[in-house]
């Protein structure tokens, strides 16, 4: 499960004045990446309630030989959050709840419940441990979990921070949300999923998740290993994640909700505004940023491999989503790829080169923290033997990747730096957007 969607919003600075949509491009660019073994994945875009395109990418089942479609059903990830947060606020629309309703009402046990709201948890600010971050989350998240033992180990784990202190990402929180709302319904998160979001909508292929089953035309998921897609055989249990990550969906049943969602179909407008606001970091079950004047909402989420991103647009009514079962260009930079295209009537597509090799010594030329005006953090430049490492202050670390003389890359961050040792400098490329920095 991945943690915000913050970096996406840079793409909003490109100028929104396109008014015909070049699907030939948009083919093009799929076909490329999958000719280059860059992803292999479906997406879906809509506009105005409308899907205007459509694709899908490599297969569902590699081993069989069996193509991924526009209706392969894939594993979503934290993209369920936003599926939770809305039954949650349906919830409180129902008057069965209250945002201010405290933890303890119903799991007094735990650290600081006394003190967490619902609002809290849907809002990342709890303070709770993060459970996906446990130890041993690797041996047991693999096999069934009741809701006693889940509980068990959170009541292990000492809070992060006080609540309402900060912001910081738990899927600790909509694991406790989905059993509240099981609470509350007498029902499984299943079944309530079923009832408030599946049937009034009349989604046909998004589900509580079960074991990937490839008949019923379920993606198994892969990752790239010496230039090779390799299967991963290592499933999370979904008694595991529940409303944190685990529904699967198509692209299209993605968009269906998310359009129906800021189409106030699903919750009314005060209760969307609240899920919109995102003045404490996050909004509820939403990431968001505005640039110049261009607003995107939306999640992403990855689990067992699998990788997906969610945004929607609502100055032109555009949603967007990207579910990918093997991931080599990240679904941010595919989206921003998509965007760009379909904006831009003169963007030209990506261009893969094999990198290029560096020694470990002309790599020092390059190290040390940059700063700029215009950049929220800090980018500090490491090495890891003959390999160049980028981390954000507060933020990931990523390794780079050279594509040409100063120049480096990573796909998976949809970033370029390009340096120029001898006055200290560099410029970050980041989903289009040019930013100077300077070495300290």
Not at 262 to 267: D, G, Y
Not at 417 to 430: K, Q, R, S, V, Y
């Amino acid at each position: 499960m991945i943690k915000n969607i913050t970096c996406i919003a840079f793409l909003i600075s490109y100028t929104i004045t396109a008014q015909t949509f070049n699907t030939a491009k948009l083919d093009s660019l799929f076909n490329l990446l999958d000719t280059h073994n860059q992803g292999m994945g479906s997406i879906s875009i809509y506009k105005k309630g409308k899907e205007i395109y459509k694709n899908s990418i490599g297969y569902l089942d590699l081993e069989n030989k069996v193509k991924a479609n526009s209706e392969t059903k894939y594993r979503i990830g934290s993209i369920t959050k936003t599926f939770t947060a809305t039954i949650i606020m349906q919830l409180v629309e129902e008057k069965k709840l209250k945002l201010e309703t405290l933890l303890s009402d119903y799991f007094p046990k735990v650290s600081n419940s006394d003190k967490i709201t619902i609002e809290h948890m849907l809002r990342h600010r709890s303070g709770l441990f993060n459970l996906t971050e446990d130890e041993d989350f690797m041996t047991w998240m693999v096999v069934s979990n009741t809701r006693k033992q889940m509980i068990d180990r959170l009541l292990k784990k000492g809070p992060k921070f006080q609540p309402d202190e900060k912001t910081a990402y738990s899927n600790t929180n909509y694991l406790l949300l989905s059993y509240i709302a099981e609470e509350i319904e007498g029902k499984t998160y299943a079944e309530i999923l079923e009832s408030k979001i599946i049937k009034p909508l009349h989604l046909k292929r998004t589900a509580y998740g079960k074991k990937i089953n490839t008949n019923n035309n379920e993606a198994i998921s892969y990752v790239m290993n010496d230039d090779k897609w390799v299967k991963i055989e290592k499933h999370t249990d979904m008694s595991v994640p529940i409303g944190a990550g685990a529904i699967v969906s198509t692209p299209t049943e993605v968009n269906i909700f998310y359009n129906s969602l800021f189409s106030e179909k699903l919750v009314s407008k005060t209760s969307l505004e609240k899920m919109m606001d995102t003045s404490t970091g996050m909004g509820i079950g939403l990431g968001g940023e505005t640039f110049f004047n261009k607003q995107a909402y939306g999640h992403n989420g990855g689990i067992d491999g699998f990788q997906s991103l969610t945004m929607y647009l609502p100055e032109e009514e555009i949603v967007v989503s990207y579910i990918g079962n093997g991931v080599v260009m990240s679904p941010n930079n595919c989206i921003v790829n998509v965007l760009k295209s379909y904006y831009d009537q003169d963007y030209k597509l990506p261009v893969f080169r094999a990198p290029l090799e560096f020694t470990t010594g002309e790599l020092d030329v390059y190290l040390g923290v940059y700063v700029s005006e215009s950049f929220p953090f800090q980018i500090t430049f490491t090495k890891d033997n003959t390999t160049l490492i980028a981390s954000a202050k507060d933020g990931p670390t990523f390794p780079l990747v050279g594509y040409q003389k100063n120049g480096f890359k990573s796909d998976r961050a949809g970033a370029t730096a390009n340096f120029d040792p001898g006055n200290n400098t560099m410029i970050l490329e980041l989903n289009g957007n040019e930013v100077y920095f300077k070495r300290k």
